[in-house]
């Protein structure tokens, strides 16, 4: 059984910006439930493999991207204070599609012309 990694109590306040508030080792490490704007590196703090956060659209889903360059699609964290990631994140299933990028610790969407789930929301 993996170590279970115990989110400081500060991360939790919720904040304005999205940011990393932990580091992992392997991707079985990452907690069920994240601060709300909270992502997780996975892999050594100097060469991370992977970042997982909450998909932004509240519909419950977790996503990974790849940091590690060996691969392709792979995406690079620009900022670590307010998260900026490159290229966008573009999530597809067979009912729901959501596409954003995370630049200065915020989310921009990216109009479709599908409809989002939570095109509603906005």
Known sequence: MANLIRIPWREWIP???WRIVAVVEA???????????????VG??????????????????RILVT???????????INNNKLSISPSVDYCSKDLRCHYMITGGKII????????????KR
Not at 67 to 77: E, F, G, V
Not at 109 to 120: T, Y
Request: glycine share 4%; net charge positive; charged share 30%.
């Open 15 to 17: 904040r304005r910006f």
């Open 44 to 61: 050594p703090p100097l060469r991370p493999k992977w970042l997982a956060f909450d998909c932004p659209c509240k519909t419950g889903h």
């Open 109 to 120: 969407w990216v109009k479709n012309k599908e409809r989002h789930a939570d095109d509603r």
């Open 27 to 41: 991707a079985d490490q990452i907690p069920e439930k994240l601060p709300i704007k909270g992502a997780v590196l």
């Open 67 to 77: 940091l590690d360059t060996a691969h392709h699609p792979h995406w690079r964290i």
